[in-house]
């Protein structure tokens, strides 16, 4: 597996590669990889020629500089996992080298970051769509992968990639998660036993409410019913759950015959931001 630093290096790997006939792989992460990377990792592998994976904690996406602080940073152990899953190349670019000078653009995605993640997170999106256009640029994949835990991102990115007119292939993989439920996330590292032990918690509202929309219960009701449920365990502190649509990531009133509905939450848990979603298709 090659380790590349720099913008240079990678578009000159990517560029041969290309020029040499192979299917190009992209794993946009920021590190502490766990086994959701890592099945992005050998899907990418079974899909294509050439796997690149990129460990990058990107300022411009934290509104919080306590989580940017303390975002896990483990490359040395990252590089082995990904070595043993794998793949071809590592780009492990400084801050200095994505933004040489800071970024001017700005995205906006409308009606997509105004609810939940971008609701609470003001700036988050506009930093995940910098720093993903420019891994498309330097990189030129012919598919990228992403989680779907990060459900609003991928809808973020899906759009991104029609309204730049990028070409390459989206792929959304499903959540991977702990025995318990918990779906894993590189921030559960920082999560202390007694922490740890109620995050499952979080899953099994989801589910709760998942069984009450199939059943017909009101969005608000299961809303309110979820935001309750989170409230009376002690070490949780719920920031949104939403029942929406699961395209266009807009409340729902009342549900739409045939169309998927996206449950949607996130909480505080001893300091540390879990996210979570569970789709209940029509």
């Not at 995050?199 to 017909?216: D, F, I, M, N, S």
């Not at 299961?222 to 949780?236: F, N, R």
């Amino acid at each position: 597996m090659k380790t590349l630093t720099t913008a240079a290096e990678l578009h000159a790997f990517t560029e041969q590669a290309r020029a040499a006939g192979q299917r190009l792989g992209l794993v946009p992460t920021m590190g502490a990889l766990h086994e959701g990377h890592l099945q992005l990792v050998r899907a990418a592998g079974q899909d294509c020629d050439v796997v690149i994976a990129t460990i990058f904690v990107n300022p411009t996406q934290f509104n919080n500089p306590d989580d940017f602080r303390l975002y896990p940073r483990v490359p040395e152990a990252d590089a082995e996992l990904l070595r043993a899953a794998g793949c071809t190349a590592l780009f492990l670019p400084s801050a200095e080298e994505m933004y040489p000078q800071p970024a001017v653009l700005r995205f906006d995605f409308g009606p997509l970051e105004r609810v939940m993640e971008g609701a609470h997170r003001p700036g988050h999106f506009n930093g995940v769509a910098t720093v993903v256009s420019k891994l498309f640029h330097l990189a030129r994949p012919h598919r990228a992968y992403f989680g779907q835990k990060d459900w609003q991102q991928v809808a973020i990115i899906r759009q991104l990639v029609a309204d730049l007119s990028f070409d390459l292939e989206l792929v959304a993989a499903p959540t991977i998660r702990e025995a318990d439920g918990l779906a894993m996330s590189s921030r559960n590292r920082r999560l202390r036993l007694a922490a740890r032990a109620v995050a499952p918690r979080l899953h099994e509202v989801l589910q709760a409410a998942a069984l009450q929309v199939k059943g017909g219960v009101g969005a608000a009701q299961v809303q309110a019913e979820a935001l309750t449920a989170l409230a009376q365990e002690p070490a949780i502190t719920p920031e949104y759950f939403e029942v929406a649509d699961a395209q266009t990531l807009q409340p729902l009133q009342q549900y739409e015959p045939g169309r998927a509905v996206v449950l949607c939450l996130a909480a505080h848990l001893d300091g540390v931001r879990l996210i979570d979603n569970v789709v209940v298709e029509p």
